[in-house]
């Protein structure tokens, strides 16, 4: 009770000599600036959100909208529909007060039709995907009316500077196509799977499906299209991720890794007081609306819905549903060092501490190696790490009051965890294993040195290499950053989509490679100004049986969990996509044909492939399905293992299989995918308690390869060009079926990809490192393949030359 005790900041008694008032001076001082921050916080959100609500209008054209009103009044000329005086003839009186009173009012409403009129044709413009499918190889031109869309565009969005959620209001909607559409593109896609019979079954089901039950699921998703912001994401943030009830860790969450070539420090608390300062910097931004809003080609905006949820953010666990807990405020941060909990104060005299000062809080926790867990508190985080609806009855009873729950608390409502681990992150290319183990430290850990339930953990080796564990229920991980400027292969990529904590993750790597953050020692610059708040240890009371074997069942879970995953990080540095560019192939297109290959060698067959899309031209969109095993590919891969083909047939193939690759994309970028429309007619109809064989076939379908390519060049401050070092590694994920892989790839440069490359070392057929080779010779054969194309076009070129100088003599 001590602890509880010294929290009590106001007490008093009343005594026989009258009352008996007790106060902590300092605790209310920290109480009132808390208020007063969280006061300034308010207002700035009540401006922002005015200023969004009138975007693209500028809200300082008020008062000149205002003062045309009152100069087309006394100069007795009419302001538009007479506002002016209908106004006058339901106020009090006709004075100049009352004149100058109606002049505001009737500006008012001139305004507000104009900002209205504004919003609603940028959005009807925004609805507008023909860019998407535009053509930008040579000798080709752009249609007239897409130069004339994007001038319009040009025009209304980007003369007044937006805020991060300024275009809120005028993203249109997710589309919901038709279910003929749907069936057309399902059954084109598992053709190359199935036989002829089994094709002719599912042709048979899918028909069955789209002339029965079919019509009346899709009526409900007609009116729920009208009627919610998105008709997916609210079922799919519910069904796919908060009521699943396996482990978080492997399952779910995903990691990031650091920029490997650069290490800017090997101090390990100089490094984490950097990140954390910068972190909070972006957190900031995000709060300020100052963050620029990510518009693809400098012209069209993506939804920024999911950075609302980026700090401050917790899963927490139910018996049958989680739920997303977001704070609209946090003063502090939790961290994690050798199993015991501190929380840190990061606000201080009305200010963020910076880096220098929250070394000092840092260093003060890494001088407590004393420092012994509490009974439970060492495997405590190994109940995040397991089965959720065991981890919510723990929870239920154990954590339900007294200082478990208030420990529990200050976790969750915090801005994030650092975990400051003991071990180094190591990165050497003579010894691909330590970037492997690197991987694993950040997507497990040893199952209780994360808080797996935080939208994300921080980690800190300790030689100064970070890393992050994210939770993937409020935001998307690394989808692909494909779109069609990158088809056609110009000197300037842009992007299509912003995962979120890869946009957080680029921002800290920019930060540190762009400015001078640490001193000839590895210490972060500046001198501090005051003696920071000293970390607090956070304490727990879980002496009873109860508890303790909760918490030795999660940790033995998470254990045989974590030991089951067989990661490894492949470092392709043979050609990156310099070389895609000469073949005038997507990069992206081309690394899926790649998987393609590599698969059906390694299997002996091809598979259902998942590659994530992003669907956030539209307003709370999150991921679509693109489903890279198509008709094309598979008449490529069988090419490319028939030595009687041509080379100039397998390029051909090669050829239609990227273009086929490339519209599937930009359909499931434009709100025409496949898989959320079943999804969401699955819902429908468990609704409705519909039984659907056909639905239940399609929604059971195992992925046996997942992939998914992390963008980057999202920040302007990346220029790769002045600081090549400063890519980042990418992340990873666990694999999706326990039979098949999970693949991330980030094309880190010119010469240069990384592939993360998950399975389970239960599965008998599978293995993360027979497949990296399986992707190395892939690769290999396609570049091969072009310089055979080439020889055999320069040949044909010469030859041709010869025969003309012959015939002219």
Not at 192 to 216: H, V
Not at 498 to 506: K, L, T, Y
Not at 750 to 762: R, T, V, Y
Not at 767 to 776: H, K, T, V
Request: charged content about 25%; aromatic content about 10%; some cysteine.
């Amino acid at each position: 009770m001590a602890e509880a005790h010294s929290a009590v900041a106001f007490s008093f008694s009343i005594t026989h000599e009258g009352w008996d008032i007790n106060y902590d001076r300092e605790v209310l001082d920290l109480v009132w600036q808390s208020g007063v921050r969280s006061w300034k916080k308010r207002l700035a959100r009540f401006r922002t959100g005015v200023r969004n609500g009138v975007y693209p209008a500028h809200l300082q054209s008020l008062w000149l909208v205002i003062a045309i009103a009152i100069g087309l009044h006394f100069t007795h000329r009419h302001v538009p529909f007479d506002l002016v005086n209908k106004w006058l003839t339901v106020l009090p009186g006709d004075s100049l007060q009352w004149q100058l009173t109606a002049c505001s009012l009737a500006g008012l409403v001139v305004w507000l039709s104009i900002c209205y009129t504004m919003r609603y044709s940028l959005k009807l413009l925004l609805m507008y995907k023909g860019w998407m499918y535009e053509k930008r190889a040579p000798g080709s031109k752009v249609a007239l009316k897409t130069r004339l869309w994007g001038l319009c565009v040009k025009i209304l969005a980007t003369w007044n500077k937006p805020g991060l959620y300024s275009f809120q209001g005028s993203l249109p909607r997710l589309p919901l196509p038709s279910v003929q559409e749907t069936m057309s593109r399902y059954l084109r896609t598992v053709r190359p799977l199935l036989d002829d019979s089994n094709y002719q079954r599912m042709e048979r089901l899918a028909n069955e499906f789209q002339k029965g039950i079919a019509t009346k699921l899709q009526r409900y998703l007609v009116l729920k299209s009208w009627w919610s912001t998105n008709y997916v994401s609210d079922w799919w943030e519910e069904y796919v991720y908060l009521r699943g009830r396996g482990a978080l860790m492997v399952n779910s969450n995903f990691y990031g890794i650091d920029a490997i070539f650069m290490h800017p420090t090997k101090v390990q608390s100089a490094r984490a007081a950097s990140v954390v300062n910068l972190l909070l910097q972006f957190r900031r931004t995000v709060e300020r609306q100052e963050l620029e809003p990510i518009l693809v080609q400098g012209l069209v905006p993506l939804c920024s819905w999911q950075y609302e949820r980026i700090f401050n953010t917790v899963r927490a666990p139910g018996i049958e549903s989680d739920k997303i807990i977001h704070y609209q405020d946090s003063n502090h941060i939790v961290v994690l060092y050798r199993a015991c909990y501190y929380k840190v104060i990061i606000y201080h005299n009305g200010r963020l501490l910076r880096p220098c000062e929250l070394q000092i809080q840092i260093e003060h926790i890494l001088q407590q190696r004393e420092e012994k867990p509490q009974p439970g508190e060492e495997l405590l985080a190994s109940l995040t790490a397991g089965d959720r609806t065991k981890w919510a009855q723990i929870r239920q009873t154990v954590f339900a009051k007294g200082v478990n729950r208030t420990s529990l608390h200050t976790v969750e409502s915090a801005a994030f965890v650092l975990s400051l681990d003991e071990k180094p992150f190591e990165f050497d290319l003579a010894h691909p294993e330590k970037l492997d183990q690197f991987g694993r430290y950040l997507l497990h850990g040893n199952g209780h040195d994360r808080w797996f339930d935080k939208s994300f953990t921080v980690c800190v080796g300790s030689n100064g290499r970070i890393g992050f564990n994210a939770e993937h229920t409020w935001a998307d991980a690394a989808v692909m950053s494909h779109i069609w400027e990158m088809l056609i292969m110009g000197e300037t990529e842009q992007r299509a989509d912003a995962p979120v904590m890869a946009h957080v993750w680029e921002y800290i790597v920019a930060e540190e490679a762009t400015n001078k953050r640490y001193d000839e020692n590895g210490n972060p610059v500046g001198i501090p100004e005051f003696e920071p708040p000293t970390p607090k240890r956070l304490t727990w009371d879980l002496n009873d049986k109860v508890a303790l074997d909760a918490i030795d069942e999660a940790h033995l879970a998470a254990q045989k969990l974590l030991n089951d995953v067989d990661l490894r990080i492949l470092v392709h540095d043979a050609y990156g996509k310099g070389l895609m560019k000469t073949c005038r192939l997507s990069p992206d297109a081309f690394i899926q044909m790649a998987l393609q290959l590599a698969y059906y060698r390694d299997a002996g067959k091809f598979s259902l492939t998942y590659e994530a899309s992003m669907t956030r031209l539209f307003r709370e969109g999150r991921t679509e399905t693109v489903r890279p095993c198509t008709i094309e590919s598979a008449a490529w891969v069988k090419a490319m293992l028939n030595e009687s083909v041509s080379v100039e047939e397998r390029v051909r193939l090669l050829n239609a299989a990227c273009e086929r690759h490339q519209l599937g994309y930009q359909d499931a970028m434009c709100g025409k995918g496949i898989d959320r429309h079943l999804f969401c007619l699955y819902v429908v109809s468990k609704y409705l308690e519909i039984d659907s064989p056909f639905l239940q076939e399609v929604l059971s379908e195992p992925w046996r390869l997942s992939t998914s390519q992390t963008p980057h060049g999202q920040t302007s401050k990346m220029d790769l060009k002045k600081h090549p070092n400063c890519i980042s590694a990418g992340g990873g994920f666990g694999p999706v079926a326990d039979d098949g892989y999970g693949v991330s790839y980030i094309v880190a440069g010119e010469d240069l990809i990384f592939f993360h490359i998950s399975s389970k070392k239960s599965c008998g057929t599978t293995s993360s490192e027979r497949f990296a080779q399986a992707i190395c010779r892939a690769l290999a054969d396609m570049k091969h393949l072009f310089e055979e194309y080439r020889s055999l076009q320069k040949k044909g070129i010469s030859n041709g030359a010869k025969s003309d100088k012959l015939s002219s003599k």
